[in-house]
């Protein structure tokens, strides 16, 4: 992890991600078009099994809300079986979301999103196997009581297929947030962010990045009048992303100060 901890400080890390963006097109299995390479996402990722869970997404709600309880209540004693829920979750999020068997292009891949989204595997892996993060939340404080609400959004998820808001309280079980990416990231980020500075930075750093990109990504379903709501869900994504990449490059000394603010507990 040091050689990535390294790497991730270079101007070079920036470009490989940037230029990854353009190189790493779609993969289908019939009727590949380079100038309709944003179809074929689309069409992929609308297609991909994590939307079409049905009633499996009960229990992986409950699973999810399970494992954040156990953390809160349990602390650094199930800091193994945290670690490697996120780890798996990313590994699951990589082919659920990302994959899909359609009429028009066959077996579709969106190849970018894959890579990206195991690379946020790998760091959470190594993390399991040779964990640093400590969740005592010694850094629960008021100033980042605004990541806790944006988190908890992100989480419920409280919009219908239609794009109107409806704020369920039972969207926690039934929705299908958990095995999206996009949903989950602001939990697990802002999770590391309360235990600040006592977590493993390139975990931190990785996600933060790759959430970041995605959340640029779906900024531009602001663009579409139908798909506002879409943007509106992956403002949490995004901001939290933002900041906690910023956070992460942060000198060690500064992480470590004492902060002035009242804490929450």
Same mark, same amino acid.
Not at 96 to 124: K, P
Not at 215 to 228: A, E, K, Q, R
Not at 255 to 265: A, G, M, V
């Given at each position: 992890?040091?050689?990535?901890?390294?790497?991730?400080?270079? *101007?070079? $890390? $920036?470009?490989?991600?940037?230029?990854?963006?353009?190189? @790493?097109?779609?993969?289908?299995?019939?009727?590949?078009?380079?100038?309709?390479?944003?179809?074929?996402?689309?069409?992929?990722?609308?297609?991909?099994?994590?939307?079409?869970?049905?009633?499996?997404?009960?229990?992986?709600?409950?699973?999810?809300? +399970?494992?954040?309880?156990?953390?809160?209540?349990?602390?650094?004693?199930?800091?193994?079986?945290?670690?490697?829920?996120?780890?798996?979750?990313?590994?699951?999020?990589?082919?659920?979301?990302?994959?899909?068997?359609?009429?028009?292009?066959?077996?579709?891949?969106?190849?970018?999103? @894959?890579?990206?989204?195991?690379?946020?595997?790998?760091? *959470?892996?190594?993390?399991?196997?040779?964990?640093?993060?400590?969740?005592?939340?010694?850094?629960?404080? *008021?100033? !980042?009581?605004?990541?806790?609400?944006?988190?908890? $959004?992100?989480?419920?998820?409280?919009?219908?297929?239609?794009?109107?808001?409806?704020?369920?309280?039972?969207?926690? $079980?039934?929705?299908?947030?958990?095995?999206?990416?996009?949903?989950?990231?602001?939990?697990?980020?802002?999770?590391?962010?309360?235990? @600040?500075?006592?977590?493993?930075?390139?975990t931190y750093r990785?996600?933060?990045?790759?959430?970041?990109?995605?959340?640029? !990504?779906? =900024?531009?379903?602001?663009?579409?009048?139908?798909?506002?709501?879409?943007?509106? =869900?992956?403002?949490? +994504?995004?901001?939290?992303?933002?900041?906690?990449?910023?956070?992460s490059y942060r000198?060690t000394s500064k992480?470590?100060?004492?902060?002035?603010?009242?804490? +929450?507990?």
């Open positions: 992890m040091e050689k990535l901890e390294k790497a991730s400080t270079k *101007w070079w $890390f $920036f470009v490989i991600l940037l230029t990854a963006q353009s190189v @790493l097109l779609p993969i289908v299995s019939r009727n590949f078009d380079p100038k309709n390479i944003q179809q074929m996402v689309y069409t992929t990722l609308s297609h991909a099994p994590q939307g079409h869970l049905g009633g499996l997404n009960f229990l992986f709600q409950s699973l999810s809300l +399970l494992m954040f309880v156990l953390l809160f209540v349990f602390k650094n004693k199930v800091r193994t079986l945290f670690n490697g829920y996120v780890a798996f979750s990313y590994f699951a999020f990589a082919f659920i979301q990302n994959m899909a068997v359609t009429e028009q292009y066959g077996f579709s891949v969106v190849t970018v999103n @894959l890579v990206m989204f195991l690379l946020v595997a790998y760091v *959470w892996i190594r993390e399991t196997l040779k964990p640093e993060n400590n969740y005592d939340f010694s850094n629960l404080r *008021w100033k !980042y009581a605004w990541m806790i609400a944006f988190a908890l $959004f992100a989480y419920l998820c409280p919009f219908t297929s239609q794009g109107a808001f409806d704020w369920n309280p039972l969207h926690f $079980f039934y929705k299908n947030s958990v095995t999206a990416f996009c949903l989950t990231t602001p939990a697990f980020l802002t999770i590391l962010t309360l235990n @600040l500075p006592k977590i493993n930075i390139v990785i996600t933060a990045i790759i959430g970041t990109i995605m959340g640029i !990504y779906n =900024m531009f379903n602001f663009l579409n009048p139908h798909s506002v709501y879409v943007g509106i =869900m992956h403002i949490p +994504l995004l901001t939290i992303s933002l900041y906690c990449a910023i956070l000198p992480q470590k100060q004492t902060e002035s603010e009242h804490p +929450l507990l």
